[in-house]
């Protein structure tokens, strides 16, 4: 069974950091772009983050550049979203994806392997 396991959410202070995991299982993803997005409470689920297959290219969000970090171990098969100077605003599930492709991409309609998300909760 392919799946994505999200792990590292939690509570956290605002200005705190928070790094968060997502172990795959199931099939290799080291030829995939893969995804970090966020889903607050009434609002849709957002772009956060994503790396494309061999850490070479990244892109962020605009309201997270500069502190959040998005990085890859292929031979963990595991995807990181590194988190700092957190804000309030920023409480949301935190969903990690793979791409079909390699190419790093903001779309979500080109990922079909989702988790189940992580919560991370930002206390003011």
């Known amino acids: 069974q392919v799946q994505l396991v999200e792990s590292g959410g939690g509570l956290v202070q605002a200005g705190g950091s928070l790094r968060l995991s997502c172990a795959a299982s199931?099939?290799?993803?080291?030829?995939?772009?893969m995804g970090w997005f966020r889903q607050a409470p009434g609002k849709e689920r957002e772009f956060v983050a994503t790396i494309n297959w061999n850490g070479g290219s990244l892109y962020y969000a605009d309201s997270v550049k500069g502190r959040f970090t998005i990085s890859r171990d292929n031979a963990k098969n595991t995807v990181y979203l590194q988190m700092k100077s957190l804000k309030p605003e920023e409480t949301a599930v935190y969903y990690c994806?793979?791409?079909?492709?390699?190419?790093?991409?903001?779309?979500?309609?080109?990922?079909?392997?989702w988790g189940q998300g992580t919560q991370v909760t930002v206390s003011s």
């Open positions: 199931g099939r290799t993803f080291s030829s995939n772009a």
């Open positions: 994806a793979a791409s079909r492709s390699r190419i790093a991409t903001m779309r979500q309609s080109e990922y079909d392997t």
